[in-house]
């Protein structure tokens, strides 16, 4: 069950209207790293937790905050979009909807939803909840959060950057500050499953099993040998099992792909079939 509360979690007022800002805003709310995104990937994450305890609730918890983080975006762009100027163009161009086009503002911010927020990203992309993983297993979850937070909070900063709003950039670096906080969230409940699970995912996965001659292998297949100076190369695997190998000069382990042809009635290009004359 969940409980509104009409107070927002922190403040999203504008010094200003800016509907050019409203429409790259839009990214951090319905793009594919947005608010909506996190907070449905970490509530779809927490519904499919089939034990309870702390992490059930870690998901629970953090997913109600991102739609907190939802609302404050929307509030902020409804509020950027008040008195929008675009019937300072109407002058030069009678139809006011194309001076918003001219203007740099989603026209869809004037015709679909009256001046407010849409689930969409900074070009118009509907959100779609392809941009969500919930797999059911923690560990590989709780990476994917990490990147998701990494992305938002890059897209966020970078927002930051391109405005002198004074209120814009104050509910920024609220956002900001709470990426950081969820990255170093999801990486602690990323050791403290790996302590219990080890690195590899998943963990339960017989290991004699896999085609071990593999396992370890690097195999450079570009120009040059720099890949060979990184950790992945040599030394102990990560996951404490075996040792990195570099392999400088891979070579194919398979045969030449020949494939049987395919029916008659495919009527794929097949040379050992005659054609039929007029």
């Not at 509104?4 to 999203?12: G, N, R, S, W």
């Not at 429409?23 to 793009?31: D, N, S």
């Not at 927490?46 to 975006?73: I, P, S």
Request: aromatic content about 10%; hydrophobic content about 40%.
């Amino acid at each position: 069950m969940f409980y509104h509360v009409k107070e927002l979690q922190y403040h999203a007022k504008p010094d200003r209207p800016d509907p050019l800002f409203a429409k790259q805003l839009q990214e951090i709310l319905g793009g594919q790293y947005g608010e909506i995104s996190v907070a449905m990937q970490y509530l779809f994450q927490g519904f499919n937790v089939r034990m309870e305890g702390k992490y059930k609730d870690l998901l629970m918890d953090v997913g109600t905050e991102e739609l907190a983080h939802v609302e404050m975006l929307a509030t902020m762009i409804a509020r950027l979009l008040e008195d929008a100027p675009i019937g300072d163009l109407e002058e030069a161009v009678e139809d006011p909807v194309l001076g918003a086009v001219i203007g740099g503002m989603n026209p869809q911010h004037a015709i679909v939803s009256g001046f407010g927020a849409m689930p969409v990203d900074s070009v118009g992309n509907r959100w779609t909840a392809e941009y969500i993983g919930a797999s059911g297993n923690l560990l590989a979850d709780f990476r994917a959060n990490v990147m998701a937070e990494s992305q938002g909070r890059l897209q966020a900063s970078r927002l930051y950057a391109t405005t002198s709003d004074r209120g814009v950039k104050d509910m920024l670096a609220f956002l900001i500050a709470r990426d950081r906080y969820h990255q170093n969230m999801w990486l602690a409940a990323i050791k403290e499953l790996e302590e219990k699970e080890g690195v590899i995912v998943p963990s339960t996965f017989p290991p004699h099993l896999e085609n071990q001659e593999v396992a370890y292998d690097f195999y450079n297949l570009s120009q040059g040998n720099a890949s060979s100076k990184g950790r992945w190369a040599s030394g102990p695997s990560i996951d404490g099992c075996s040792t990195f190998n570099y392999v400088a000069n891979p070579k194919p382990m398979g045969d030449l792909p020949k494939l049987n042809p395919a029916p008659a009635y495919s009527f794929n290009t097949n040379f050992d079939i005659p054609p039929h004359k007029c």
